[in-house]
């Protein structure tokens, strides 16, 4: 498609279970983002994935969270033993390089709900 | 390291109304200035970038934001802003150095009628 897909726009959990958040770029974008916005705050930084270098995790919360990126393309966000705080959208974003010049095209989200 | 200050967490205006949403950026470096909108229920949309160049910097929707390079400052002005309008506005910083996009912690503008 034209823009960044993630899936599933809502995602309803129990405490303690693990989430998957599907992440599909922009085609040829070689930067993938992932981000954290809570109620009421900023966007929080959560892993950055360049081509084949290592990804820079420097922004993930707990060693709960981990993300990976097959084949340079779409990216898997996951949340094990999910906690109540772990409730936020979580944002995707990609760009080609280098970022400066182009900024992030965001995906719609994920809004995360853990009860 | 860079960091981006948004000075007003909500900015209540009339319709028709102009409005400037403030926005201060530190780094030691030359910068790279952004201001994303989010609307309700959605992902964010870039609004306008400085990269170089003329510091006034135009968007879609009809804002257009300044860069200040003495005041570290990037604020975001509309002549007359419409109820569409209504949204969460977001300063970013990023310099030549950095692989990521450093967000200040948004402005909500709400448009009363």
Redesign the interface.
Known sequence: GAGVSQSPSNKVTEKGKDVELRCDPISGHTALYWYRQSLGQGLEFLIYFQGNSAPDKSGLPSDRFSAERTGGSVSTLTIQRTQQEDSAVYLCASSPLPVQGYGYTFGSGTRLTVV | AQSVTQLDSQVPVFEEAPVELRCNYSSSVSV?L?W?VQYPN?????LL?Y?SGSTLVKGINGFEAEFNKSQTSFHLRKPSVHISDTAEY?CAV???S?????????TRLSIRP
């Open positions: 790279y952004f994303y959605q992902g964010l949309q870039l970038k990269l977001f990023s310099d030549s950095a692989s990521k996009i450093i967000f200040g912690s948004g």
